[in-house]
């Protein structure tokens, strides 16, 4: 298990690597201008000079990509303005639209991701689950097609669409806003309500139809017959013994979905007003920040290779019928 788990890290750090280095290439070695672009139209040569020097883009490709990676791991000296001040690891650089340091952006930023995400994957999973396992039990009846028909309708409606009738039209909602949980914690959860219905509401049609898949299956096998021949209770053995086995494909879904809703909180964020890592990366690209949308591309990979490797940790603690090899 260790010697799996060592490998699995090494694995996801070359990821890490491979997509800082790609995105660094992308955006810093591309046939563009990026200091002209950061400096704006009624640039001076001075003020290119100090962009440019602040990028490390007076120096050869690759110890520009070899100092962006050292301050990831011990941090550096970055100057800017003829000042040069000490950036932390994690150093991701500073923002030229606000002057900050993009790792305090981040952590700022991140919270409300977090609050917004993990609010409504835990209204997903609940209902979703629920009555996915409801309608495996009773397959074939009105209520599963009912079931089933219903998550259809809410899987086809574009997400962004019906995020934005909630946020137009469902004014019994409390306003959308974020406010920090330790502040006041109603005030924190009153907040996301309506984001958190509308990541829920569409997550769990996806996840109704997952759990009664998985556990329809699951009600077919044979250690769940053995425990009916048993005489063990009917709630017991589905519960129990069936949906420990239904949730193991359900949660490698949610592992990923979990990482890709981190990275990809955008559409809520912008729609309901919500300062998170999506919205600031957002705003990063509009105007060229190219230190912040460094760091947000950083961010979500990271994100994704640690979502998978606890996916697959996670897997083998679910289902006792996965072994490693």
Known sequence: MLLYILRRVLSAISVVIVTVVASFALFFFAPTDPAGVICGPKCTPERLSDIEKSLDLDKPPVEQITSYLKGLVVGREYTTGGVTRHCSAPCLGYSYTLGQPVTKMLAQALPVTVSIVIGGAVVYLFFGILSGTIA?????????????????????FPYFVFALLVALYATFLPQSGYHPFLENPLTWASGLVAAWLCVGITNAASYTRYSRASMIESLDQDFVRTAKSKGIGRNRVVYR??????????????????AFQLTGAIFTESIFGLPGIGLVTLRAFNVYDLPVIMGGILFGAVVLVVMNLVVDIAYTVLDPRVRLG
């Open 136 to 156: 495996a039990q009773v397959r074939g009846t009105p209520l599963d097609r009912f079931t089933v028909g219903t998550t259809l309708v809410i899987a086809s």
């Open 241 to 258: 013994h069936g949906l420990r086995a239904a949730l193991t494909p359900v949660a490698t879904i949610f592992g990923i979905d979990l």
